[in-house]
């Protein structure tokens, strides 16, 4: 059977590593009701896609890769970060990769334990899936 072990993945913006410990990928897809009066049953449509992103781990003050996330909430900019999520730390694994705009961030800290930092991400166009090569 095969089965893939947390402990190997990554999160990278653009090329580059981010502290985390933890990451959840949301895909959606919207559902139109297409049902005539007459109908015994609905009928339904797909419809647009979507996808969001969560983000969590150790919160590193001088992490370019944080900052510039974060520096894009504060600021207001329109600029996406380009993620990939990968469900290995190989450079020839299994990864996800789109364009984020971040939605938000939290900062934890708690006594007797890191401070933490958690981004919401809402996907800006298409979500990629690259299966091991």
Do not use: H
């Not at 961030?105 to 933490?116: A, E, L, N, P, R």
């Amino acid at each position: 059977m095969a089965f893939e072990v947390g402990v190997d993945g990554r999160v990278q913006i653009g090329a580059n590593a981010l502290p985390i410990d933890q990451w959840t990928l949301t895909r959606n897809r919207g559902v139109a009701d297409v049902t005539v009066f007459g109908s015994s049953f609905r009928d339904r449509k797909a419809t647009i896609k979507d996808w969001s992103v969560s983000l969590s781990g150790t919160l590193e003050s001088t992490n370019a890769q944080q900052l510039a996330a974060r520096d894009q909430l504060e600021d207001g900019s329109a600029a996406d970060i380009a993620l990939v999520l990968m469900l290995s730390s190989s450079t020839n694994g299994k990864l996800y990769s789109g364009n984020a705009v971040v939605a938000g961030d939290v900062i934890v800290s708690s006594v007797g334990d890191k401070v933490t930092w958690q981004m919401e991400g809402q996907g800006n166009g298409a979500l990629t899936w690259s299966p091991a090569t």
